[in-house]
């Protein structure tokens, strides 16, 4: 069965930072394009950072030098750092995998004084 396992996220204030996790029970994860989404109530889903099965990253111009996403391909995990945190990150974020198209449950992330 196709699954990805969100963790962290949670309340931070602005300029602080947190961590998310993603572990992704599919075959091949390696082959797997790998991103993070969010979503705002009212709004699309919209893509925050992505990273390829060949380890090349791209990121939303919102998050561009704060945000950082990786992969650990041994824990079948992928990761987003996120730092100096803006109230505009609020969101609920999402994983994805791509071409399992598998999302993972969502994880609330709140930036407030």
């Known amino acids: 069965q196709v699954r990805l396992v969100q963790s962290g996220g949670g309340s931070v204030q602005p300029g602080g930072s947190l961590t998310l996790s993603c572990v992704a029970s599919i075959s091949e994860f390696s082959r797997n394009t790998l991103g993070w989404h969010r979503q705002t109530p009212g709004n699309q889903r919209e893509l925050v950072a992505v990273?390829?099965?060949?380890?090349?990253?791209n990121y939303a111009t919102s998050v561009e030098g704060r945000f950082t996403i990786s992969r650990d391909n041994a824990k079948n995990t992928v990761t987003l750092q996120m730092n100096s945190l803006k109230p505009e990150d609020t969101a609920v974020y999402y994983c994805y995998a791509f071409p399992a198209r598998a999302w993972g449950q969502g994880t609330e992330v709140t930036v407030s004084s």
């Open positions: 990273i390829t099965s060949a380890g090349t990253t």
